[in-house]
Nanobody, 121 residues
Framework: QVQLVESGGGLVQAGGSLRLSCAAT????????MGWYRQTPGKQRELVAI???????NYADSVKGRFTISRDNAKNTVYLQMNSLKPEDTGVYYC???????????????WGQGTQVTVSS
C-alpha cells in the first residue's frame, strides 16, 4: 500500500527557510517522478517542483532560485528546501508520487495528506 507522509511545515517570517520532507512507502519511490504541489483556498493545486529518478528537476517560475527539490533513494524520501520565503508561498504543500503504468503515458498519482506552510510578512 502506497503511503506518502509529509513533515516540516510550520510558521516562518518572510525571508526565512523551511525544509519539507516526504517519506514514501509501498514500492512507489524507485524509478518514479516525485514532486511537491501547493494549494491555497479558492485556488487549484499547483506544481511547485518535481524530480525524476535521473535526477532531473523542474520548478515553477515563482520558486526558481529559492526552492530546491532533492531525493534520497536510500531513504525513499524527497525533500523541498525553501529559502527566502514570501507570504505568497503560504499554502498546504502536498507530496506527490507519479507512477507510470503504460508506455503510452498513463499514470497513477499518489498524494500525501499535506503540510501547512505559513509565511508571515
Amino acid at each position: 500500500q502506497v503511503q506518502l507522509v509529509e513533515s516540516g511545515g510550520g510558521l516562518v517570517q518572510a525571508g526565512g527557510s523551511l525544509r519539507l520532507s516526504c517519506a514514501a512507502t509501498g514500492n512507489i519511490f524507485s524509478g518514479n517522478v516525485m514532486g511537491w504541489y501547493r494549494q491555497t483556498p479558492g485556488k487549484q493545486r499547483e506544481l511547485v517542483a518535481i524530480i525524476t529518478s535521473g535526477p532531473r528537476t523542474n520548478y515553477a517560475d515563482s520558486v526558481k532560485g529559492r526552492f530546491t527539490i532533492s531525493r534520497d533513494n536510500a531513504k525513499n524520501t524527497v525533500y523541498l528546501q525553501m529559502n527566502s520565503l514570501k507570504p505568497e508561498d503560504t499554502g498546504v504543500y502536498y507530496c506527490n508520487a507519479r507512477k507510470m503504468i503504460t508506455v503510452e503515458g498513463a499514470y497513477v498519482d499518489y498524494w500525501g495528506q499535506g503540510t501547512q506552510v505559513t509565511v508571515s510578512s
